[in-house]
């Protein structure tokens, strides 16, 4: 940690370190003349030329944050990656993945090998239960999905092949919240290895690490980014496991274009006021929606119905802007009036961008630890940064047409 980084009585708070994040000087200056840019520019390069050849012996022992060749990256996306490692002060590094799922896969990748069983939590990401029924499966390990809701009782689950707990918290689609410290301490106690998927919350909703979580997992095309216009990854370590991620990371050849990791940084420093906004909108959206007679419940887990609520309230810092809830009936086609409806969230994967968006979502399909049984057909949302009365006029608008489909 540089002295950047702390000021008199403590570190720095998180939006505070957003603004400085990863702008080193020697990112930012020419060594032979005054003054500095802002933002470390773009680098472009494969080949890094050497200035005689006892550099390049010298070049090959420490390839971190040093020219070496182009896929060892450059200051463009050391920046990025320096800057995601900055807001876990617990962290030693980050490496960078062209997309959330290659950082799933990267960090998956680093840490198993033939014969170790994974604890997969229920509620994950449907393209991580993918991978570990496809490729974990094909390498020879296996995977035991846990409740979200186990708590502590995740121990019952563990046998002496059990090398990694994955939380993904709350849960994509679901919502449920889950008990980390709890079962942080269960592994550490073995000596298992816990991961996270924190694109929901960001470090600076769930400070992930500091609950002692050793690798925190993103996909910066959600909220990092925030735009909607770039895909990226990021697997964030400490220093346990930092130096293996980095290995496997460069064993598999995995690099970003340095455009992408520019945007992502430029998307980062306004992360804290977008997040805020994301927040306050979708609570107020949320608290619309259940109170709404067309609904029958709301999985946001800063309201007291969610699963999990109470450890939200113990264990993070905000909500943010995605969340489910059920139509009061119906099936698909009635769904499906209500989402074409609106006019003001769009149809379509992903989210984390400005922009608000609808859609049907069915877990039951995914769900093999605890069974989903639905109070009705679930729509996920996110509330983009639109003024939250006109989202709910929009939904109202929605509702009214649901009732028609429902009558007729
Ligand atoms: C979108 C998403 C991912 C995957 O990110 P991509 O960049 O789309 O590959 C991983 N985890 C969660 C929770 C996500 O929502």
Redesign the pocket.
Same mark, same amino acid.
């Given at each position: 940690m540089s002295s950047a980084d702390e000021k008199d009585g403590g570190p720095l708070s998180p939006a505070t370190r957003l603004v400085g994040a990863g702008r080193k000087p020697e990112w930012t200056r020419m060594p032979d003349r005054p003054g500095a840019i802002v933002s470390p520019p773009v680098w472009r390069a494969s080949t890094i030329l050497f200035d005689d050849v006892a550099h390049l012996r010298r070049a090959g022992q420490n390839t971190h944050e040093a020219f070496y060749y182009g896929r060892r990256g450059t200051p463009t996306t050391w920046a990025l990656a320096d800057a995601l490692t900055g807001l876990e002060p617990e962290a030693a590094g980050t490496m960078l993945y062209p997309?959330?799922?290659?950082a799933?896969a990267g960090a998956l990748l680093a840490i198993l090998k033939p014969g170790d069983q994974i604890l997969m939590v229920d509620s994950a990401?449907d393209?991580?239960r993918s991978m570990c029924n496809g490729l974990l499966a094909d390498f020879g390990v296996e995977v035991v999905y846990y409740d979200p809701l186990a708590g502590a009782g995740i121990a019952d689950l563990i046998t002496d092949r059990t090398a990694a707990i994955f939380l993904?918290s709350p849960g994509?689609l679901t919502f449920e919240v889950q008990d980390i410290p709890a079962i942080v301490a269960v592994a550490r106690a073995r000596g298992i290895v816990t991961l996270i998927?924190n +694109?929901?919350a960001t470090p600076l909703y769930l400070p992930a690490m500091a609950l002692g979580v050793d690798i925190s997992i993103m996909?910066c +095309?959600?909220y990092i980014v925030g735009h909607s216009d770039v895909?990226?990854?990021s697997v964030t370590a400490n220093a346990r496991w930092w130096p293996r991620i980095r290995a496997r990371a460069y064993g598999l050849g995995q690099v970003v274009s340095p455009d992408d990791a520019a945007l992502t940084l430029r998307g980062l420093r306004t992360l804290s006021v977008r997040l805020e906004r994301h927040r306050t909108s979708a609570l107020a959206v949320a608290q619309w929606l259940a109170a709404r007679p067309e609904v029958a419940g709301v999985l946001h887990p800063a309201l007291p119905s969610c699963p999990g609520h109470a450890e939200w309230a113990r264990d993070f810092k905000g909500s943010s802007g995605l969340f489910s809830f059920h139509l009061a009936g119906g099936g698909e086609a009635e769904r499906a009036a209500f989402i074409d409806a609106l006019a003001l969230f769009g149809i379509g994967y992903?989210?984390g961008g400005f922009e608000s968006l609808a859609l049907p979502v069915d877990p039951e399909k995914h769900r093999t630890a605890r069974p989903w049984t639905a109070a009705g057909p679930l729509v996920r949302l996110h509330i983009g940064l639109e003024e939250p009365d006109d989202l709910i006029a929009d939904l109202e608008r929605g509702l009214a047409v649901w009732r028609d489909a429902m009558a007729g």
């Open positions: 997309s959330g799922v290659a799933i990401y393209p991580s993904e994509s998927d +694109t929901w996909a +095309t959600k895909m990226m990854g992903s989210w």
